[in-house]
């Protein structure tokens, strides 16, 4: 018993020691630790972290707070998004099942509102990601992604509702609405091929090479193209996007789904889609006379059908005006371009349709990159048909006034 009651009382002892010995290091840290921070009265220890969602970088987001309030003017809000707030309110409305998400317990999500005016703000300026990342106090790969969600959900949802082919009802109605602007019979497209710069790619360089282009600007260049089919009201129908822009009109057309659909029997017959001299003459593609020494009743055609060229050539003006991004060489990689064009196009139809004026200094000027095809007749069957429409023209009193010009 006096073993264990020594043992006990050695044990004790012990600990007690130790007790004293770590409160001895203790004290000698926070001694040495005011003398250095009495030396150095910049340094400052670490406060702890604490719970919550403090750990997302705070960046200021006051620009689209203005802009998302009531009180900001209607005209600045247009400017900055390229349509008034009704239209974005719509749009926003529409995508909000898709492109919502929820919050979680590490930080808030983003709202569809917020989600919307980036990638809008970026296909309008075409300003650098790390400049839309400073307009509204987020990252830039949160920006990024941003971008191509809300424009693969304007693919996915809007699409199928703003930019379809017309059905037979429409068809009539817009040989109709064609054939009042130029006379034409039969006429329910306009199309019109442009191309988009972009930074070299790291595969396939030569196929993007666009050598127009080059000779024009005085330096390499990259593109890839977009070719479109309008109504006249200049609203897209149709649009095919990707092709290297190394191609010309007639080789993209042949690639488009609207060439298999028409040579597959999907269009009506006696149709028309009207294009410039760079498609050929097809059963189905009306284009204007392209040799030298026209007749009178030639050149009148020409003044006819260039009416309707007009209307395609106008809208892709309109659509590169409104959405600057398609104006200069973006950082979008290659394969993501066809649906970051595809929701200019489907957004472009939208301001259209509800009658968004565009701001007059925005007006881009295009510059025609038609090609004359190598062959420029496909069908002999259609060019007697152009002869027909052409005799029909003059001789009806509906072309040939400006010959004499």
């Excluded at 030396?39 to 705070?58: F, I, N, Q, Y």
């Excluded at 409305?93 to 703000?121: G, H, M």
């Excluded at 990342?133 to 949802?157: D, P, W, Y």
């Excluded at 007059?360 to 090609?371: A, N, T």
């Amino acid at each position: 018993m006096k073993i264990q009651t020594t043992f006990l009382h050695s044990t004790l002892l012990q600990m007690k020691n130790k007790n004293k010995n770590k409160k001895k290091t203790k004290n000698r840290h926070n001694y040495y630790s005011d003398i250095e921070e009495q030396s150095h009265p910049t340094r400052r220890k670490k406060p702890r972290a604490t719970p919550g969602r403090l750990w997302v970088k705070d960046r200021s987001g006051a620009w689209w707070d203005e802009c998302n309030s009531p009180e900001f003017p209607e005209q600045e809000f247009r400017k900055a998004f390229r349509m008034g707030r009704a239209t974005f309110d719509s749009i926003c409305d529409e995508l909000n099942s898709v492109i919502a998400k929820e919050d979680t317990t590490l930080r808030n999500a983003i709202p569809v509102r917020q989600r919307v005016a980036v990638c809008l703000w970026r296909l309008a300026t075409g300003d650098p990601l790390r400049i839309v990342s400073k307009r509204f106090g987020l990252g830039i790969s949160t920006c990024h992604k941003l971008v191509l969600e809300v424009c693969s959900a304007i693919k996915t949802v809007l699409m199928p509702k703003y930019l379809q082919w017309p059905n037979e009802d429409s068809l009539s109605k817009l040989k109709n609405e064609f054939e009042s602007v130029s006379g034409i019979p039969n006429v329910v497209g306009s199309m019109y091929t442009s191309h988009v710069p972009i930074i070299a790619p790291k595969i396939s360089v030569a196929a993007y090479f666009n050598k127009k282009h080059t000779e024009r600007n005085q330096k390499t260049s990259y593109s890839i193209t977009v070719q479109g089919v309008v109504d006249p009201k200049g609203v897209f129908t149709d649009v095919c996007i990707g092709w290297p822009g190394s191609m010309n009109d007639d080789q993209v057309l042949e690639k488009s789904a609207l060439f298999q659909r028409a040579n597959n029997g999907g269009l009506p017959k006696g149709v028309w889609i009207v294009g410039g001299s760079g498609y050929p003459l097809m059963d189905w593609v009306l284009v204007p006379y392209s040799q030298h020494n026209l007749t009178w009743t030639q050149h009148a055609f020409n003044d006819k059908i260039g009416e309707v060229q007009k209307i395609a050539k106008d809208a892709f003006e309109r659509l590169k005006s409104r959405w600057c991004c398609l104006q200069k060489r973006t950082e979008v990689k290659l394969q993501d371009l066809p649906v970051v064009l595809g929701a200019c196009c489907v957004l472009h139809n939208i301001c259209e349709l509800r009658d968004e004026e565009m701001d007059p200094d925005l007006k881009f000027d295009l510059v025609d990159d038609e090609m004359v095809p190598q062959v420029a007749l496909r069908s002999m069957t259609s060019m007697k048909a152009r002869d027909a429409i052409a005799h029909n023209l003059l001789h009806h009193g509906l072309a040939g006034t400006s010959f004499f010009n």
